[in-house]
């Protein structure tokens, strides 16, 4: 049996056993044509034969006696069915990917057209970001965090929260699979689908392209809201452009690949309102409020008999009451009057956005021998998205996502029924964001917010709930977050071809390394939230709403309803592995018939610290447990138990039958499978955010009359110098967390 490749020259040779199967495993995509040779018998020739990724073809000849000299060509074969293999999905070939009009050029929105696959916002696969902002596929019901990315056979995933790695230009993908069902053995760590995409490979033939797609605003028509309300066009500018080129270093033997996308998406600068205090507010004055808006104030200071909070006359706030902090920030040139008499969209902010991307990818592949294929990749990207803000409290932000994916596979052929495949690689995301300080210096000490720039220069978050204005400041002055993911891959895999059996047993190892900064969810600068409950009433403890309390009132009076700051330190590293094996036996039971019958072992190490800085709390008791200390758990380092049984067994049966009856023209399916998948929490569930190594606190004053802190105490009141514990926001491990099973 001889299976050249069209397009590279290759020949791939094996032999038909004495029950006449055949079997060439781990064959590359492409284009086949299949030559069977045996003595005393005519040479048959089958017509080219597309192979598509993760594809089992079965190609079936009729020998006829003869010479071998003579030759029979078969004609009008007609398309391959999958009749030996139990899993469902959809492949998604160059053309398509290369042919269907992507308006950001994400291949993963095409991960939309397989069947079971869905999601409820389809704008986050369409936004010019991929790495960390991009969207992902809800398949089966399942939540987007639950596929795995695979390219080049390689992981592909960003950790810590799930997100997808490298994502290549469409120019550059030569197809991709997805299995929406059944997987076998070989595949493992999922509950929704497996994305398994494969970059292309050179050719005897020099081929390349180049691109450049362009969308502008002058070429747009308008929104529908947009002509209604005569605003004028969303402003776009948005280049995509690059170009791949593949072929030939030796024919036959030795080609290459390399392909280039750079993007440049500018929102250029647009201004739109925003709502400031009026000038009357600033003077305690919200009678605009009530006239206009039907919102009564009341005195949190001041009672009636009853003990019920006393209205603020015609909702004035007297001077005497003002609190320092609001009235330093009126008197400074950080907060612009209002540019109208209107309650809301009374000034303005000019904002401005871009995207920065460039990635490529190379690619090397070796025929060494008519026994040895070896391919090489390196694939790199960097994606910058940076936004900007006119009004002078409005911060800027920050956001880089780089990653570096390589991987190298050598394919030998032991025997003609005996293929080993080896394959390593390494996948390192890096998500860094944050906001910029605009050089205001420390803001919020010469307002009077006591140690309110401890952490550097700005102004914390001011929020306003139950408010017509904007917020201001910033909660994340700096960096917010820093997740350096990298995953170290080796597997090993042996196909076996044996009577009417196809065996594939392997081992596969993962090693996670995770070096990580997170200010956690209130934030590395923190914040103030004023939400009308002080100023509502009649009850002491009312809060606002139905006519009743504004946050305005609140700041400007000084009485916060909830402060929050995260985390201000260094990074801290969790490591893991994860240990798989498997068999998967294809058994070809009859000719019509073949049983997938396999079984996967899959354990997830527990996660630990580096230097054991992490700390979780025992169920029920709530002690403190310390990593390397604790006697509590089986993995004390961790802190929380090893699990390695059970569900880690993982069998997966299934059947492909094509029936005679309708004239083999139909394939059949069903499976059992048990699939394990654990998630990567969410980096802000992670045990080294605990005290003491790491402290995120949070106040909440939604029980008290009164709060009990100024705006002028800023966020000092949140921790304790003698109990680090105190007030902290804690993260607690179930002790017998294990990955979840479908």
Do not use: C
Not at 186 to 215: C, Y
Not at 388 to 408: K, Q
Not at 494 to 500: A, C, E, F, K, V
Request: aromatic share 10%; proline share 6%; charged share 15%.
């Amino acid at each position: 049996m001889t299976a050249k490749d069209l397009d590279r020259g290759t020949l791939l040779t094996t032999e038909t056993n004495a029950s006449g199967f055949y079997n060439l495993p781990r064959v590359p995509i492409g284009t086949y044509e299949i030559r069977v040779e045996v003595a005393g018998f005519q040479t048959a020739i089958h017509p080219p034969v597309h192979l598509e990724l993760n594809q089992t073809a079965r190609v079936n000849f009729v020998m006829q006696l003869g010479e071998v000299t003579q030759t029979v060509e078969v004609t009008g074969a007609p398309p391959l069915l999958q009749t030996d293999t139990m899993e469902l999905g959809s492949v998604i070939n160059n053309k398509t990917n290369e042919d269907l009009p992507l308006a950001t050029r994400n291949y993963i929105q095409l991960t939309l057209l397989a069947p079971g696959s869905v999601n409820p916002n389809p704008q986050t696969l369409t936004n010019g970001q991929t790495t960390a902002n991009g969207g992902r596929p809800y398949v089966n019901g399942n939540r987007e965090q639950a596929n795995n990315f695979l390219l080049d056979g390689l992981d592909n995933n960003q950790v810590s929260d799930n997100l997808v790695g490298y994502a290549p230009s469409p120019d550059a993908i030569q197809e991709f699979n997805m299995i929406t069902n059944n997987a076998p053995a070989d595949f493992g760590n999922f509950q929704g689908g497996i994305v398994s995409t494969t970059i292309k490979s050179g050719t005897n033939q020099l081929h390349g392209s180049a691109f450049e797609f362009f969308r502008n605003d002058v070429l747009n028509a308008n929104t529908w809201e947009g002509n209604w309300s005569g605003s004028p066009r969303a402003k776009v500018r948005w280049n995509m452009f690059g170009g791949s080129a593949g072929g030939l270093i030796v024919k036959d033997k030795l080609f290459f690949f390399g392909d280039y996308q750079g993007e440049r998406f500018n929102n250029p600068a647009s201004t739109s309102p925003i709502s400031v205090f009026t000038a009357a507010e600033r003077q305690g004055d919200f009678s605009q409020l009530l006239n206009e808006r039907g919102i009564q104030l009341y005195n949190p200071f001041l009672r009636d008999a009853s003990g019920n909070r006393v209205p603020l006359l015609n909702n004035q706030i007297p001077v005497e009451l003002l609190d320092p902090v609001a009235r330093a920030l009126f008197a400074s040139n950080l907060y612009p009057l209002p540019v109208n008499n209107n309650l809301q969209n009374n000034q303005f902010n000019t904002t401005s956005s871009k995207t920065v991307g460039d990635q490529f990818d190379a690619k090397i592949d070796a025929n060494l021998s008519r026994m040895d294929h070896v391919f090489v990749r390196y694939s790199q990207s960097r994606q910058n998205n940076p936004s900007t803000n006119s009004f002078p409290l409005f911060f800027d932000s920050f956001f880089n996502a780089p990653t570096h994916n390589g991987v190298g596979n050598w394919t030998r052929t032991l025997s003609p029924h005996l293929v080993n495949e080896v394959r390593i690689g390494v996948n390192r995301v890096l998500v860094n964001n944050g906001g910029v300080d605009k050089g205001l210096g420390s803001v919020a000490e010469q307002l009077g917010i006591q140690n309110g720039n401890e952490r550097g220069p700005g102004l914390l978050g001011l929020n306003f709930g139950a408010a017509l204005v904007n917020n201001i400041g910033s909660a994340n002055i700096g960096t917010q977050q820093l997740f350096a993911d990298t995953v170290y891959q080796y597997e090993d895999a042996l196909i076996l071809t044996r009577g009417r059996h196809v065996v594939r047993a392997g081992f596969q190892y993962w090693r996670q390394q995770l070096n990580t900064f997170y200010a956690g969810n209130n934030g590395r600068t923190g914040f103030m939230s004023f939400t009308g409950k002080f100023t509502a009433g009649p009850g002491s403890l009312a809060v606002a709403g139905g006519g009743t309390g504004a946050g305005e009132a609140d700041f400007l009076l000084g009485l916060p309803d909830q402060l929050g700051r995260g985390v201000d330190t260094g990074t801290w590293g969790h490591r893991a592995n994860v240990f798989a094996g498997y068999v998967q036996d294809n058994w070809r039971f009859t000719d019509s018939l073949t049983l997938n019958l396999g079984l996967r072992y899959e354990t997830h190490t527990p996660w630990v610290e580096v230097k054991d800085r992490q700390t979780n709390f025992a169920p029920f008791s709530g002690e403190i447990e310390s990593a390397g200390q604790s006697t509590l758990y089986n993995n004390n380092r961790a802190l929380y138990n090893s699990y390695n049984a059970g569900l880690d067994f993982q069998p997966r049966f299934g059947f492909a039958w094509t029936p005679n009856v309708l004239g083999k023209k139909t394939v059949i399916r069903g499976a059992y499978t048990i699939s394990s998948y654990l998630e990567g929490t969410g980096t802000n569930l992670r045990l080294p955010l605990n005290p003491p190594f790491n402290q995120e606190f949070a106040s909440l004053y939604d029980t008290l009359a009164l709060p009990a802190s100024r705006t002028a105490d800023g966020l000092t009141v949140l921790s304790s110098p003698s109990n680090p514990f105190a007030g902290a926001t804690i993260r607690l491990w179930d002790p017998n967390l294990r990955p979840a099973a479908v």
